[in-house]
């Protein structure tokens, strides 16, 4: 068998963009005019909108070098996510750069990516995944700071937005996990990357902008700030039902994350059921995926929570 030829660092003719939608606001248009010249091609992969967003989708895609590929239910990130890059597959690109819908990249990305890619010399071949340091649209911040040196870090996990997959390495570890639907599907897949031998890997530099929730509220407890997320309450499900689950999953590959996972996630939800409102319905499903992960029930959807 002829081995396959060596992995070259990421170009713009050679990356493809996948981009979930649900419900994307008017803004989406946009953050992907400001992604299209850093990429070779985006493939939107819609989850269910409404018939006004859907449009506003087929608009987009007639304007420019977009794919659209609309799903008649909502199937989760992990299956949209794995749908478009079959997408990008078909079409002949070699890497994907994954994002949320309310993710905008900053000029100068796969530049960067590429960067960090030669650096990391024959060690390329090993790369599972390639993460982008982020900005905080609701503080401002940087994910990562005070980075001393280096154009990049190794991490356990990394985010699904503004992460390089190359597609090969890809079909090596496996499709995203679609049976979690939200939440945590891109830490089990970045742990299952470093479990195959894998690099998972973080850029420093915060090329992209993001919001972890809804919005922050800063609240004053004892004299000091705490930051609240306000997910809507169905998302508590996932939340508790899928971390809980990973960690106890990777806990013996992992034992470090594991448990800093699980300290964190409860120190998350003490918040939440104490300065959040709808404490009593989020609450109901926290418990509802905490059952459900216990006795082995498959994810629901959001409907049926």
């Known amino acids: 068998m ?3 030829e060596p992995l070259t660092p990421p170009a713009r003719a050679t990356v493809c963009a996948v981009v979930v939608t649900y419900h994307p606001d008017a ?9 299209a010249p850093e990429v070779g091609g985006i493939v939107v992969v819609d989850n269910a909108s409404d018939p006004a967003e859907v449009a506003m989708l087929r608009g987009l895609a007639a304007k420019g070098d977009i794919a659209l590929v609309e799903s008649g239910e909502n199937r989760g990130v992990g299956a949209a996510l794995n749908t478009g890059v079959r997408e990008a597959t078909v079409r002949g690109f070699e890497w994907v750069i994954l994002f949320d819908q309310d993710s905008r990249a900053r000029p100068g990305l796969v530049e960067n990516f590429a960067r960090v890619c030669r650096e990391l010399g024959p060690d390329l071949e090993r790369l599972g995944m390639l993460g982008t340091n982020h900005v905080d649209v609701n503080s ?8 001393a040196g280096g154009s990049f870090v190794e991490r356990k996990t990394v985010i699904t937005s503004g992460t390089l997959l190359p597609i090969r390495v890809f079909d090596a570890i496996g499709p995203l996990r679609e049976d979690l639907f939200i939440d945590s599907v891109d830490h089990e897949y970045s742990l299952r990357a470093r479990k195959l031998g894998y ?3 973080l850029a420093v530099a915060p090329l992209l902008e993001h ?14 700030p705490v930051h609240t997320l306000n997910y809507p309450p169905f998302r ?6 899928n971390r809980v689950g990973v960690a106890l999953e990777y806990a013996r590959e992992e034992p470090a994350w594991a448990a800093a996972r699980l300290a964190g996630l409860g120190v998350r939800l003490a918040v939440t059921l104490a300065l959040e409102p709808d404490r009593r319905e989020k ?9 459900d992960l216990a006795t082995g029930h498959e994810a629901r959807r959001p409907r049926e929570i």
């Open 2 to 4: 002829t081995p396959p």
């Open 27 to 35: 803004a989406f248009v946009d953050r992907v005019r400001a992604l």
């Open 140 to 147: 401002g911040e940087p994910y990562l700071r005070d980075v």
């Open 199 to 201: 690099l998972v890997l």
């Open 211 to 224: 919001a972890i929730g809804n919005r922050h509220i800063e609240r004053p407890v004892l004299g000091f």
């Open 236 to 241: 508590w499900y996932y939340i508790v039902r």
């Open 283 to 291: 609450a109901r499903c926290m418990a509802l995926g905490a059952w």
